[in-house]
């Protein structure tokens, strides 16, 4: 059995599936999505033990192909289609993609909007016009920017874009912990949230900073007390400051394991004493 990871056809969104059909990467393939076919792009396969989750369908075929690219010619018009009525209904939404199932026999419209939505009427135009079943679907800034794509600061491809399935909790702390500066204009992504990055080495700098003295803390050194001036969380070095009997001041780096200071005590510590005491 394997485990494949498929790009559909008008997104970057990666599904995971099941298949027991032997597969490689950008094989075309057909699988099952909300109760209708999909066409996606192999782009990640594994083996694996499981026999739990969505199973694909079927390697695609010709028909399956010019069914495809029917569906992507219609999906452009039906695109075009649905701005043109927002516009003309004068709704507050923003639409970002369009995609017919691959019987034709459903489209899905994905939009972002700042307010909630009445709908009806651009439903009715829309099946009107489109002569099939239509699903508007509501996403957040984070899909836009996984189904648009685009280049992050990093000068790489967004994550969302190309490798990430799921969207972890990032938060203004993990900037703070990791030392950056806490303006959103620096730490966020194309989208306008926290960066996803942000999430990745959380929880080696979380570790870190628990082993690292404080800033403006005093550590023993070889040299004498001095206060620590500076974190180097990546190379575990300490920059401390020594002031000399003359007034002058010396600034040396130190590794953790040549300094000693009193660690910041654990929550589970804490408690451990308390109990201790009770």
């Known amino acids: 059995m394997q485990r494949v990871e498929v790009r559909l056809q008008n997104t970057n969104k990666l599904e995971s599936f099941l298949s027991d059909i032997k597969l490689k990467v950008s094989d075309m393939i057909v699988v099952e999505i909300d109760g209708s076919e999909a066409f996606g792009e192999v782009v990640f396969v594994r083996e694996t033990q499981s026999i739990e989750g969505r199973k694909v369908l079927r390697l695609a075929n010709e028909k399956d192909k010019k069914q495809a690219k029917k569906g992507k010619e219609l999906s452009k018009k039906a695109y075009d289609t649905t701005k043109s009525l927002v516009e003309k209904l004068k709704l507050d939404m923003n639409i970002v993609n369009v995609t017919y199932s691959l019987d034709l026999s459903k489209v899905v419209i994905e939009f972002v909007s700042d307010n909630r939505v009445d ?82 080495e959380n929880p080696f700098y979380a570790d870190i900073s628990t082993r690292m003295p404080k800033i403006n803390s005093e550590v023993k050194t070889k040299d004498g007390i001095g206060v620590v001036v500076y974190q180097n969380l990546l190379k575990e070095l300490v920059s401390v400051k020594f002031t000399n009997k003359d007034g002058s001041i010396n600034i040396k780096d130190f590794s953790l394991d040549e300094i000693k200071f009193d660690k910041p005590e654990t929550l589970q510590g804490k408690k451990d004493k308390d109990d201790t005491k009770k």
């Open 119 to 200: 709908f009806r009427e651009l439903i009715k135009e829309l099946v009107a016009n489109l002569k099939t079943r239509v699903e508007l679907r509501q996403i957040t800034a984070r899909e836009q920017a996984q189904t648009v794509g685009g280049i992050g600061s990093c000068g790489r491809m967004c994550c969302c874009a190309t490798f990430l399935k799921d969207f972890e909790k990032v938060s203004m702390k993990m900037a703070k912990v990791q030392g950056l500066a806490l303006n959103p204009s620096k730490i966020s992504g194309a989208c306008g949230r926290l960066m996803c990055c942000l999430e990745y």
